[in-house]
């Protein structure tokens, strides 16, 4: 009998299962529940070069494979909840799904700011419509409060400067891009920013938005007050997982499985993405959500090995999941790429090549062992440091 | 097997490189050089590295 496969969320994660429960033999259904309308498409270039030109779904749409071509798109429909003992899913418009095995593929969503004052003019930067509305109010002499120093708010900030409007951050922490980075590579990157004439207020948070129908300005917990015709909240994101509620899991911070990708005691059931909470044996084993765009890719793989097993449609795969996380960010005409886990390096953090001011690279250590790495610019330096972070798995 | 590059989306990243060596190099100016007649046995390596490409620039025409 033909079984079923249900991919919940369809974006990078569920396109890549797609995909993988194809390459590793599955030849049942495959049904894709997606509550956005629109096919998989890559969200990076959403604060990059697709929000510096113009946001339209073919120039950021992944490719479909020949393979995926008979995968089932349910799309502009949210999955509202799941009976895991039953394997059934039922969709927002009442619809039930049964199904063999199941894929979580929720991701994320942008954090909001509970902070008073109008809601419009105050955007957020996850999906193609997000980019598409904040796209129409920038422009040249458009005045821009980014809120939030890390990668997609600094990205934001480049790419509105480079559309000539007029930038200011605002974060609390000292430094941009602090947690990922550390204070001095954190600090050598607010300078090329105020280089390029971003106005950075940090060390403060945003008390209140200011105007009437509209964001006008901002009043910041210091008392200053600005001018804002145009406001970016980037402070985070949570995980899309209500839908699961009620099924006994571990939802504290995404879905939390084995190293296996396996969703917690629960056999036929993976998770894969940015809302995938597994242990990453390459460094100490804690389980941790990793929102980098290589993760999508590099889950669905071992996801989807793991969920064929379950059903008894393959061999499991014994071998340990220790990917690489691998992440980069472009701002002006920087490249920065980094390798690793520089978190759990924080303490140990030395420059290994080059300078902070111009290209770099800067090695996250633990127990003295080099553990992250990030780089700025030096592409012919990318593959040995690589090979040394794919070689030295710090043993915890 | 046909693999094309779009040069004008590319930005040598380089991260094809480590999916499909065989394939794709990135040259003394940093620049991405490949093959773009490959071998069918690297079919499954340049489809990773289609994949990892963070711009979305590779493609296989069979
Ligand atoms: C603006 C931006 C820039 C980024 N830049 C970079 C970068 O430069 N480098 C990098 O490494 N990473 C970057 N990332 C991160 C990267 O894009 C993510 O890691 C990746 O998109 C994760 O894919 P995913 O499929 O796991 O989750 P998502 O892409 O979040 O997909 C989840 C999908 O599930 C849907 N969904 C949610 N709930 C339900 C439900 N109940 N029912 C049905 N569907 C549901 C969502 O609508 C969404 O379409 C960036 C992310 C953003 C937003
Ligand atoms: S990964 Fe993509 S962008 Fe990078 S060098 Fe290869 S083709 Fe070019």
Request: aromatic share 4%; with cysteine.
């Amino acid at each position: 009998m033909s079984r079923r496969i249900l991919i919940a969320g369809a974006s990078m994660g569920g396109l890549r299962a797609a995909e993988r429960l194809r390459a590793s033999g599955f030849m049942g259904e495959i049904v894709a529940v997606g509550d956005e309308i629109h096919m998989p498409y890559n969200r990076p270039p959403l604060s990059k070069e697709a929000l510096a030109a113009e946001v339209t779904h073919e120039a950021v749409a992944f490719r479909l494979r020949p393979a995926v071509a008979d995968v089932t798109w349910r799309l502009g429909v949210p999955i509202a909840s799941a009976d895991l003992d039953a394997g059934a899913v039922r969709l927002a418009d009442g619809a039930e799904l049964a199904y063999d095995g199941l894929v979580v593929a929720t991701g994320m969503r942008p954090r909001r700011l509970p902070t008073p004052g109008p809601a419009r003019g105050r955007h957020v930067v996850r999906t193609l419509d997000d980019a598409r509305a904040l796209r129409g109010d920038l422009g040249p002499g458009a005045r821009v409060l980014v809120v939030g120093a890390g990668f997609i708010g600094c990205e934001v900030a480049a790419t509105a400067r480079l559309l000539g409007a007029d930038v200011t951050v605002v974060a609390p922490e000292a430094v941009p891009m602090r947690r990922p980075l550390g204070d001095d590579l954190g600090a050598a990157l607010q300078r090329r920013h105020e280089r390029h004439g971003v106005r950075f207020l940090l060390g403060r948070t945003v008390s209140a938005f200011l105007g009437a129908d509209r964001v006008a300005g901002a009043e910041l917990s210091d008392g200053t007050r600005l001018d804002a015709d145009v406001v970016v909240e980037a402070v985070g994101s949570a995980s899309n997982t209500e839908w699961l509620d009620g099924n006994g899991l571990d939802l504290s911070d995404g879905v939390l499985c084995d190293n296996a990708l396996r969703v917690e005691g629960r056999a036929g059931v993976v998770a894969v993405g940015d809302v995938a909470r597994f242990p990453n044996p390459r460094y100490d084993g804690v389980a941790r959500r990793v929102e980098h765009w290589s993760i999508p890719t590099d889950t669905a793989k071992r996801a989807a090995v793991t969920l064929l097993a379950d059903l008894a449609l393959g061999a499991a795969d014994p071998a340990p999941f220790a990917p690489l996380p691998t992440f980069w960010s472009d701002q002006y005409d920087l490249r920065i790429q980094s390798f690793g886990a520089p978190a759990l390096g924080a303490d140990d953090i030395r420059v290994l090549d080059g300078d902070l001011d111009g290209e770099v690279v800067v090695g996250y250590h633990d127990g003295g062992a080099l553990v992250g790495v990030v780089l700025i610019g030096l592409p012919s330096a990318v593959a040995r440091y690589r090979a040394e972070l794919m070689r030295a798995p710090a043993a915890a | 097997m046909k693999v094309v590059v779009d040069m004008d989306v590319c930005k040598d990243h380089g991260q094809c490189v480590f999916s499909a060596p065989e394939v794709f190099q990135i040259n003394e100016n940093g620049r991405l050089v490949y093959v773009a007649e490959s071998d069918e046995s690297l079919r499954d390596a340049v489809e990773e590295a289609a994949d990892v490409c963070p711009l979305q620039a590779i493609t296989i025409e069979d």
